[in-house]
Nanobody
């Protein structure tokens, strides 16, 4: 059974940085795209970033390009999201997820079959 556990969220001032981690277990993930999504109160879950199993291919939502960096360490079965220049509108619960199928990518929540419990990120103005 796949388990994903996010950590690293917290309260930060606008302009600050946070690094989220997603520890995965229960499967070999090196063949699977993994991604980060977020959900703010009253809003739908939205795509943030995704990367390939090798980490060589990355895709970002326009609103995080140049500020966030997604990466992974397959030896540790861990994915990261480095978030810089944070804005109050980045406030949300951030979730990591694994794609349903190997070697397939996507940006819709429905493309991903395993999810973590989420970690809260709050950016104060």
């Amino acid at each position: 059974q796949v388990q994903l556990v996010e950590s690293g969220g917290g309260l930060v001032q606008a302009g600050g940085s946070l690094r989220l981690s997603c520890a995965a277990s229960g499967r070999t993930f090196s063949s699977y795209f993994m991604g980060w999504f977020r959900q703010a109160p009253g809003k739908e879950r939205e795509f943030v970033a995704v990367l390939s199993g090798s980490g060589g291919r990355t895709y970002y939502a326009d609103f995080v390009k140049g500020r966030f960096t997604i990466s992974r360490d397959n030896a540790k079965n861990t994915m990261y999201l480095q978030m810089n220049s944070l804005k109050p509108e980045d406030t949300a619960v951030y979730y990591c997820a694994v794609h349903r199928y190997p070697y397939r990518t996507g940006t819709r929540p429905a493309d991903f079959g395993s999810w973590g419990q989420g970690t809260q990120v709050t950016v104060s103005s």
